[in-house]
């Protein structure tokens, strides 16, 4: 018999980043009656340790090698592609034969060729973009008449620009795709950014789904009239109001296990004190930078609950990577290497959150009603900060030295 509901196939890439948004548009989607299978990497799926045990939203996993111990870094990004795209043909056939025909294709902005698969199958398909609307707006007009002035620009630290429907965006409001050291180095991510805008203007009926939602970027959904956006956020993880344990949440998914001793640890300090630092999954600091965020952290007085991610290579951090105040810093705050961070977010002793401004973290944040101290470093997280310190008024930025380095000093202040 032919599955009497829609069916949604999502796909997107294996970082945490983006699969905690894609997981919880899904769960949205089997909230009001469809089902949805979730393709991912095998290694990515079995780094979910909280998997969603929700009725309806089904795994496919397709092998990328990683499982087997195959190191993959941003230039393998066109094998991921490769892989992805190969595995949704087979799976939008399996899905056929089995009698549970997919009804719409979900994708991210790392599968070119998605939109036009789904078109040789005859299926619809929407583009899930994952930061806010105004970046996708940056883009647009990056690639549509204002891409030779910023280049032209780009190393001007003064230049600003005006762009319809956004606020005045200085150069380290822009994505640093365009500005900056990274502007030749992503040229897969900006390879991908540019086919996906014109694939969503030749769309006669583009669908571009936002993690924003009206209130938040009301001028920026509708700045681009061609981009057509309908906001579908926040996709944040609910139910961890009021700091319960909300282990039972089918959460976005951490790609991560370990203690949650820091709920406890977070239950033991006052209301509004504790400040939370987090830099998400991918950044990285010197050691130079973390010696003084360390001493801006002793210096404020407040507890802290800092994430020190282990290093990717699955080596233990060795004597050379400890902090010169490693004591200290134990006695005063928390040191962790992961969390749920929805949870830390929406636990009453959170006072405010040191972050790098990832989208995900910004939404999170605002969601939890928690301020910001902006410290970002790539690719959307300096539009981001405009957004949060500027235009919602809801952060303040911090300030690097002429070395590039957040001193101490400005970290306390
Ligand atoms: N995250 C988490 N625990 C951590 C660190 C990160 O749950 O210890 C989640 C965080 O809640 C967010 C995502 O990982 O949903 C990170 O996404 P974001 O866009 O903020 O930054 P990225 O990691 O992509 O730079």
Same mark, same amino acid.
Request: charged content about 20%; hydrophobic content about 40%.
């Given at each position: ?11 997107? %890439? ?44 089904? %795994? ?23 892989? $992805?795209?190969? @595995? ?7 899905? $056929? ?22 078109? &040789?199958?005859?299926? *619809?398909?929407? %583009? ?5 609307? #105004? ?22 630290? &003064? ?7 956004? *606020? ?31 694939? =969503?203007?030749?769309?006669? @009926? ?5 993690? #924003?939602?009206?209130?938040?970027? *009301? ?36 790609? /991560?296990? !370990? /203690? ?12 509004? #004190? ?25 210096? /404020? ?5 800092? =994430? ?7 080596? +233990? ?12 810093? +134990?006695?005063? !705050?928390? =040191? ?12 009453? /002793?959170?006072?405010?959150?040191? #972050? ?8 999170? &944040? ?17 539009? @981001? ?22 001193? &101490? ?5």
């Amino acid at each position: 018999m032919a599955n009497p509901h829609p069916h949604f196939l999502i796909i997107t %890439f294996p970082a945490q980043g983006h699969i905690n948004p894609a997981l919880e548009l899904a769960k949205r989607l089997i909230g009001v009656g469809a089902d949805v299978t979730f393709a991912t990497t095998i290694h990515a799926k079995s780094r979910l340790v909280k998997n969603p045990t929700v009725d309806g939203l089904r %795994f496919s996993t397709f092998s990328d090698g990683q499982e087997e111990g195959v190191k993959r870094g941003p230039n393998d990004l066109p094998v991921f592609q490769r892989l $992805a795209s190969e @595995n949704l043909s087979e799976l939008i056939m399996a899905s $056929a034969n089995e009698g549970r025909p997919i009804s719409c294709l979900i994708y991210s902005i790392v599968i070119p060729g998605a939109a036009e698969l789904a078109r &040789s199958f005859n299926i *619809p398909s929407a %583009f899930l973009w994952i930061q806010p609307a #105004t970046v996708l707006d940056i883009y647009y007009y990056y690639f549509n008449g204002f891409g030779d002035l910023i280049r032209s620009k780009s190393s001007d630290p &003064s230049f600003s620009i005006e762009l319809p429907g956004l *606020p005045s965006l200085s150069r380290q409001d822009l994505p640093s795709f365009f500005v900056g050291s990274d502007q030749n180095q992503e040229n897969h991510a900006l390879a991908a950014f540019q086919k996906h805008l014109e694939i =969503l203007e030749q769309e006669e @009926n583009p669908k571009a789904l936002v993690n #924003t939602f009206d209130a938040l970027e *009301p001028e920026a959904l509708r700045a681009v009239e061609k981009l057509k956006l309908t906001a579908v956020g926040p996709l944040v993880p609910s139910g961890f109001s009021d700091g319960k344990d909300a282990s039972d949440t089918p959460s976005g998914g951490d790609l /991560s296990d !370990g /203690s949650r001793d820091y709920m406890e640890w977070l239950k033991s300090k006052p209301e509004s #004190t504790v400040v939370y630092v987090s830099f998400g999954s991918i950044s990285m600091f010197s050691m130079q930078q973390m010696e003084e965020i360390a001493r801006g952290l002793l210096e /404020s007085g407040r507890p802290f609950l800092w =994430l020190i991610r282990a290093k990717e290579n699955g080596e +233990e951090n060795k004597e050379e990577d400890k902090l010169s105040c490693q004591e200290e810093l +134990e006695k005063q !705050g928390m =040191l962790i290497q992961w969390c749920s961070q929805m949870e830390v977010l929406s636990h009453p /002793s959170l006072g405010c959150f040191v #972050t790098h401004c990832g989208w995900n973290s910004s939404i999170e &944040s605002l969601a939890s009603g928690v301020p910001m101290i902006a410290f970002p470093q790539w690719a959307d997280q300096g539009t @981001n900060t405009k957004l949060i310190k500027d235009v919602w008024k809801t952060g303040v930025r911090l300030m690097v030295n002429e070395e590039e380095i957040v001193t &101490s000093d400005e970290l306390k202040r």
